[in-house]
């Protein structure tokens, strides 16, 4: 190759990346602005932690799995999430009732090693997760709480400035980031407040093909002195509403949380380094009941899940 082409292609990666650090430095000023107009992340890490807890509905004919595919069906939900900052720990636990006959009772502990210890409390089980879906599982619940969207999206080398867009005559500041799982995350930043306001991404849902997902976090309230945080979530599936919720928040590391169902003993651990998954479903004998010649359920094949035949 002749030197001037050699030159001019270094030129032309220098530009490049110039172009680059300029894409991503107005995006990261704008999220250091965000993550300050909630607070920061000082105040969670002087208490150790924080627990947040959220009450309301979740509609599963939204994406086509309710019992009518006309009419909606809002089912109560209650979810709990519990971040021990000191421990490196995450505790999730979910109460919904999807169905009337239909309940979901689950807990997940996640530990320091990637390792995850789930708890069916509807029946009475416990098995250690795979760390194979861990990362991007244990992101995914933090994301409802905006000091660790945040941060997520400020450590991320995929982050860019998207610019301003106007939704429902409110105007936002917009990035994207590309998350652990590959999904790009673009988040709504307020123009005047500097909260965080909104996040969407497009995935492939069953039933319904490309969906475009979006959370939005609103009535905004001081906590705790320092911290701003939303009093209300809603998730939308392409603008229909899936889940709406009213959320509550506790400083400091909830250790109840953090400890097995009363009644269920957990499994010895597996080591951090290596394991299999396991799972205590698969030494669960299903229950078939006869509901008429030739027509039977398998109930509980997951929790929540019955299965006609």
Known sequence: MRPSSVRALTL????????????????????????????????????????????????LSVRHQGRSPERPEPTPIVEQLSVDLREDRMAF???WWNYVHSNQH?????????????????????????????EDQKARHLRALAPFLLRE????????ARGAQVVDGRVFETVSFVTSAGDELVLYIDAWT???????????MPLLADTRV??????????????????????????????????????????DLFR???????????????FEPQSG????????DTLAPGTYVARNLRPGFHVLF
């Open 214 to 255: 979006s959370w939005w976090w609103s009535d905004h309230a001081p906590f705790a002195e320092r911290l701003m945080l939303p009093r209300t979530i809603e998730m939308q599936l392409d603008g229909a509403v899936l889940k709406r919720v009213s959320t509550s928040y506790r400083l400091g590391v909830q250790e």
């Open 281 to 288: 479903h698969a030494a669960q004998t299903a229950a078939v």
């Open 260 to 274: 097995a169902p009363d009644g269920i003993e957990p499994p010895p651990a597996p080591e951090p380094t290596s």
């Open 93 to 95: 636990d979910l109460d």
């Open 194 to 204: 500097r909260l965080l306001a909104g996040a969407q991404t497009t995935i492939d």
């Open 12 to 59: 032309l990666f220098i530009g490049f990346s110039a172009l680059q650090v300029r894409a991503t430095e107005p995006a990261a000023e704008l999220l250091d602005e965000c993550l300050a107009a909630h607070g920061g992340m000082a105040p969670l890490e002087s208490a150790g932690g924080i627990r947040m807890r959220s009450e309301g509905t979740f509609d």
């Open 153 to 160: 999206a400020r450590q991320s080398e995929s982050l860019r």
């Open 106 to 134: 689950m807990r997940e502990i996640y530990d320091a090693n990637n390792r995850v210890l789930m708890f069916d409390r509807v029946n009475g089980l416990a098995f250690w997760q795979s760390h194979l879906v861990v």
